[in-house]
């Protein structure tokens, strides 16, 4: 019989298409992750990849493997799921994963009491641009600004997140307020990459400041806001964020960015399991004196700024 763990490496590669993310995915070394899909290919009689120096694609065998392979996975982890915790009370392990800078603004802050009452349970809070899954028991308890769409996903709706448009006082000083009417032209832009899911403000910014320049990108609302504070240009931040980064001026689009809802997920197998029940009820309520923080409902007025020199910065 062919052993669960070889084929778990073979979904890793698999997925990643590569050996190095199947590797840290699987938290083992490049080096393992190559020798096991050797052995697997030897068990088997047939190459279940295609190697090339772009990666590994899934040959043939590797097709007809697959269905199969992701069919015992399923299975495993409802097995893990349904066990997990059942009986350990409110201790164990959580994975708990979100936006960076939703972990480090709001979620970590507001573990220290959980932790203070609940001595036996530790969180791992997994700050990542990627949506882990929780079918695949990559995290226990996610949050995300959009719906999930696993149907064994149970999920509620837990704040609203409102965004504003931001700039420096030295960004301003230097190349005046924006002009909308003029979709910022010759303005620079500091704007999120397309990698994280659902970055519903990309478009926003397109109609708004169609002409200004896209100066830097980048995958995570911490280093949009520092980039930002640093004078690199105008950034489109949520307001909990923005509003707290010191140097940073809240202007008035003729729009507002687009909200977003902010939901939580856990896998309905392990819905019950009571550290993750402690955990969810905590959070709910927790985020509830912050929910006017999160979506501010009044838009500051901007003074005018006075143009400087540039060169005499």
């Known amino acids: 019989m062919l052993d669960w763990d070889d084929l778990r490496y073979f979904l890793a590669v698999a997925r990643h298409g590569n050996l190095s993310a199947a590797a840290r995915a699987l938290k083992v070394t490049q080096p393992t992750v190559g020798r096991r899909i050797d052995a697997l290919e030897r068990r088997l009689g047939a190459k279940l990849f295609r190697r090339s120096p772009s990666g ?44 960076e800078w939703l972990a480090a ?74 002009d909308f009417d003029r979709q910022c032209e010759g303005h620079a832009l500091v704007t999120m990459s397309d990698e994280p899911p659902a970055v519903a403000d990309l478009a926003w910014l397109r109609a708004v400041a169609a002409k200004a320049r896209v100066a830097a990108r980048t995958n995570g609302r911490e280093a949009l806001a520092t980039m930002g504070a640093a004078g690199v240009g105008l950034v489109c931040l949520p307001r909990y964020l923005g509003d707290a980064t010191a140097g940073l001026r809240l202007l008035s689009p003729p729009s507002p960015p687009p909200e977003r ?20 009820a905590f959070v709910t309520d927790a985020l509830g004196p912050l929910r006017g923080a999160l979506r501010p409902g009044a838009r500051p007025r901007l003074v005018a700024v006075t143009r400087v020199d540039a060169r005499r910065r």
């Open 105 to 178: 603004r709001v979620l970590g802050p507001l573990l220290a009491p959980f932790l203070a009452r609940h001595p036996g349970i530790s969180v791992e809070l997994v700050a990542d641009a990627r949506w882990l899954s929780l079918p695949r028991r990559e995290a226990d308890i996610a949050f995300r600004p959009a719906a999930f769409e696993h149907r064994e996903v149970f999920q509620r709706e837990v704040a609203r997140i409102g965004f504003g448009l931001y700039a420096s006082e030295a960004y301003l000083a230097e190349r005046g307020l924006p």
């Open 56 to 99: 590994f694609a899934l040959s043939a065998a590797g097709e007809s493997v697959l269905g199969h392979a992701e069919r015992m996975e399923q299975g495993a982890l409802a097995a893990e799921r349904a066990a997990a915790g059942r009986d350990a009370g409110l201790t164990g392990h959580l994975r708990v994963t979100a936006s």
């Open 261 to 280: 809802t902010l939901w939580l997920g856990v896998h309905r197998d392990t819905r019950g399991v009571p550290r993750v029940k402690a955990l969810v």
